[in-house]
């Protein structure tokens, strides 16, 4: 059998010319100046006119709800049986095709999830068999508005503290068992509050890639109730929807804190000050930097406002997740070749590829670092415009008034200051184990500040 | 009589604030208590390098110092890996951390993970 599935991380280090702290600079400078340009030119962009309505095809509809459902039985079917190794599809669906392939999907497509999830293709299975068998159920309750899309944030920090601490390598067992449970809790939850409704603010899953995609081109037609349409959008449109509570400024807040804090957990800092911790100590160091971030969030939301929170996090998380789990994706995403050798774990071999070796050895770390850079600095850049124009819908007479565009900058100043804050934290985490800095740094930067000044020739 | 007028109450936010400060001050004295023994460095042989079990591997850490360890019950969170894959770690060279602790004079690796940070 296959070896258990652990982190498949990148060989080799990028040596670079410059030290880590030109790059710092650098990116923290070009997020500074993105705010600096929307703010004082006072850019701003006319609400984009959604697309006319298209009909989603059947055949694609049914197509990823059988795709979700066969994922699910997979895992389920493996639970039951046991067994660990790379050929574990709990590791290799949840994290690595759902958690990171899924969420660019969302964020650069469309809704996907709408018709992948399997708790909702479970439910209206179970429904339509009740129906036919002749038992009506019960009248779901109207969702209690205060609890908003909080019971999603919890099952997000749950899921977070899954994948961060309870990691529990090589163990899909224990995995496929929690996501029988969370379907369970799922089913639950849309019998007694309705499917939409659960589903909109209760269902993890939904309200995290729901509001990934905002960010992208194509959004369920909110006039066709029976969710099979989409319209096109231009690019980051969504984030001018209203629906912009604490809890979804939250979730967005907590994957981005997540996605910050696992690369942080990777460096030597992290090592001097906490050594190797176990589970219940890093439960805590988690969930402190989780509620760090989202209390500094939630503070510059009072003075930014919630709207511009909501859509300046959102491209960072996106280019976070692309620059923090690109390498894992093209790494851990290959195991799919193992696990159809070996679907049950049964230390079977049908294709002659149950021992297969998953690399990225191909990707230069220069172009990896290359990658990360721009995904994070893009982002925040991004980011940037998007809370603004978020911002500017909040006042409106920003238009007009001077006295109110003015208020609006300085509203927007702290805003401002947490992504440079954010684009150094991260660059710097990811740059620990991807940039060989230079033997001679000093030398390095006067070298190239003559250079730029035109003191030191290039030659 | 007239009734004061009361500012309004947001106990969800003092709420969040005293939690996360707990939260906070619990994570500062974790990483103040007593840590164990932790070792970082490159893998450079396995005991024994025969079977499937590793019983023990050799450290060499960034001073060129080599440390023997022996493997007990190996934890699996907070990202740690199975003992089994140290022999990934020493074809590749990957650096690994070590968390260990002193039985009878010998080191007792419980926890190992990547250490992508550590140049050797």
């Not at chain 1, 995290?208 to 980051?236: H, K």
């Amino acid at each position: 059998m296959a070896g258990p599935a652990v982190a498949h991380s990148l060989q080799g280090r990028y040596e670079s010319p410059l030290p880590l702290v030109v790059y710092l600079a650098g990116a923290a400078i070009a997020v500074g100046l993105s705010f600096a340009f929307v703010l004082l030119h006072d850019t701003r962009a006319e609400t984009p006119p959604l697309g006319g309505p298209r009909s989603v095809p059947g055949w694609l509809r049914f197509g990823l709800r059988a795709v979700g459902i066969i994922g699910w039985l997979w895992i389920a079917v493996q639970a039951i049986l046991g067994g660990a190794g790379d050929a574990d599809v709990a590791s290799l669906f949840l994290w690595v095709y759902g958690w990171v392939a899924l969420a660019m999907v969302s964020a650069f497509l469309g809704p996907a999830w709408t018709w992948l999830d399997p708790f909702a293709t479970l439910h209206d299975a179970g429904a339509w068999l009740l129906r036919t068998v002749g038992i009506s159920g019960w009248r779901a309750s109207p969702y209690p508005e205060r609890l908003g899309a909080w019971p999603a944030v919890a099952g997000f920090v749950f899921f977070v503290w899954l994948e961060l601490v309870f990691t529990q390598a090589g163990s899909g067992q224990t995995l496929g068992a929690i996501l029988i449970g969370y379907t369970a809790i799922s089913l639950v939850g849309m019998a007694q509050f309705g499917r939409d409704a659960w589903r909109a603010n209760g269902e993890t899953f939904s309200v995290w890639f729901g509001t990934l995609g905002r960010l992208a081109p194509f959004a369920i037609d909110p006039d066709d109730p029976s969710g099979r349409s989409v319209r096109r959008q231009p690019l980051g449109a969504g984030f001018e929807s209203p629906g912009w509570t604490t809890a979804r400024v939250a979730i967005v807040a907590v994957g981005t804190a997540s996605i910050i804090f696992d690369g942080l957990s990777q460096t030597q800092l992290y090592f001097d000050l906490f050594g190797l911790p176990g589970l219940p100590v890093s439960t805590i160091i988690l969930l402190a930097f989780l509620g760090i971030v989202v209390g500094a969030v939630l503070t510059v939301s009072r003075m930014a406002g919630l709207p511009a929170l909501g859509a300046g996090l959102v491209p960072i998380a996106v280019g976070y997740l692309i620059a923090h789990y690109l390498t894992f994706l093209l790494s851990d995403g290959q195991r799919i070749v193992i696990a159809i050798s070996d679907p049950f774990q049964q230390g079977w071999d049908i294709f002659g590829t149950a021992f297969y070796e998953p690399t990225i050895n191909w990707l230069p770390s220069g172009v990896l670092w290359t990658v990360q850079l721009a995904a994070v600095v893009g982002g925040h850049m991004l980011g940037a415009w998007a809370g603004h124009q978020a911002a500017l819908q909040a006042e409106p007479d920003a238009a007009t008034d001077p006295a109110a565009a003015l208020r609006l900058r300085r509203r927007q100043v702290p805003l401002a200051l947490l992504m440079v804050g954010l684009t150094v934290l991260t660059l710097w985490s990811l740059g620990q184990s991807i940039v060989q800095e230079p033997v001679q740094p000093a030398a390095t930067i006067g070298l190239v500040f003559g250079v730029l000044t035109g003191v030191v020739s290039p030659a | 009589m007239t009734l004061p007028i009361l500012s309004p109450r947001r106990p969800s936010r003092r709420a969040g604030l005293l939690a996360t400060l707990a939260l906070a001050s619990g994570a500062v004295m974790a990483a103040c208590g007593p840590g164990d023994a932790s070792a970082v460095g490159v893998v450079v042989a396995i005991d024994p390098s025969a079977t499937l079990e590793v019983s023990g591997f050799t450290l060499r850490t960034a001073d060129g110092e080599t440390l023997a360890f022996a493997v007990g019950p190996v934890e699996l969170d907070s990202g740690a890996f199975p003992a089994s894959h140290l022999r990934e770690h020493l074809a590749t060279s990957q650096p690994i951390a070590v968390a260990y602790r002193m039985e009878d004079g010998t080191r007792v690796a419980y926890r190992l993970v990547d250490a992508p940070w550590f140049t050797p």
